[in-house]
């Protein structure tokens, strides 16, 4: 089983509308959790971070986490072309540990 | 966030030879791994970076083929030794700056090798 999973995609959406990406992870001991974007031929960056679980907003981007479930969701709101991009998940254990990542979604927005 | 340096950026190798990344980070770091991203596909860890000893490898990975150095916090190799088409990727640094729990990735060097 891997540490982190998530649809490989394409997610296809039109401009301004809702984008939804979901990831699960194996390991209950994970503490902290990451959504990252990466361009094509670019190295990935970060977007969001959430370590307890809820929702977490920043600007259009909405992290949400459910610990019970092993269940991390990114929500874009109002989707740009601009966005189209992989995005990947990514889990850590805590401090001083590793990060594993999903295999990344790639989100197409249409416009 | 650290700013992490990375060279080179890209290069084209003969099947056999080795080749060193360096990877230098502008400020102070905890924790500093090595990834590779072959083409269409995620991000593999191949090891964590530890100051001044060996490094930690993940499975399939192993010293010989992937030695690793990190002499002081915030400096570190990675050579890809005895390189074959297979070998053929995207190699990046990241670093965890001191303070903080975010990853933070270097510009990748690009591998092809012939």
């Known amino acids: 089983q891997k540490e982190v999973e998530q649809n490989s995609g394409p997610l296809s959406v039109p401009e301004g509308a809702i984008a939804s990406l979901n990831c699960t992870y194996s390991?209950?001991?994970?503490?902290?959790f990451f959504w990252y974007r990466q361009y094509s031929g670019k190295s990935p960056e970060l977007i969001m971070s959430?370590?307890?679980?809820g929702d977490k907003e920043d600007g259009r981007f909405t992290a949400q986490l459910n610990k019970a479930s092993q269940y991390v969701s990114l929500l874009i709101r109002d989707s740009q072309p601009s966005d189209s991009a992989t995005y990947l998940c990514?889990?850590?254990?805590?401090?001083?540990?590793?990060?594993?990542f999903g295999s990344g979604t790639k989100l197409n927005v249409k416009p | 966030s650290a700013v992490i340096s990375q060279k080179p950026s890209r290069d084209i190798c003969q099947r056999g030879t080795s080749l060193t990344i360096q990877c230098q980070v502008d400020?102070?770091?905890?924790?500093m791994f090595w990834y590779r991203q072959q083409p269409g596909q995620s991000l593999t860890l191949i090891a964590t970076?530890?100051?001044?000893?060996?490094?930690?490898?993940e499975s399939g990975f192993v010293i010989d083929k992937f030695p690793i150095s990190r002499p002081n916090l915030t400096f570190s190799t990675l050579t890809v030794s005895n390189m074959s088409p297979e070998d053929s990727s995207i190699y990046l640094c990241?670093?965890?700056?001191?303070?903080?729990?975010?990853?933070?990735f270097g510009a990748g060097s690009r591998l092809t090798v012939l």
């Open positions: 970076a530890n100051q001044g000893s060996e490094a930690t490898y």
């Open positions: 990514a889990v850590n254990r805590g401090n001083f540990n590793k990060f594993y």
């Open positions: 400020s102070q770091v905890t924790m």
């Open positions: 959430i370590y307890s679980n």
């Open positions: 390991d209950r001991g994970s503490q902290s």
């Open positions: 990241s670093a965890v700056q001191t303070g903080a729990n975010v990853l933070t």
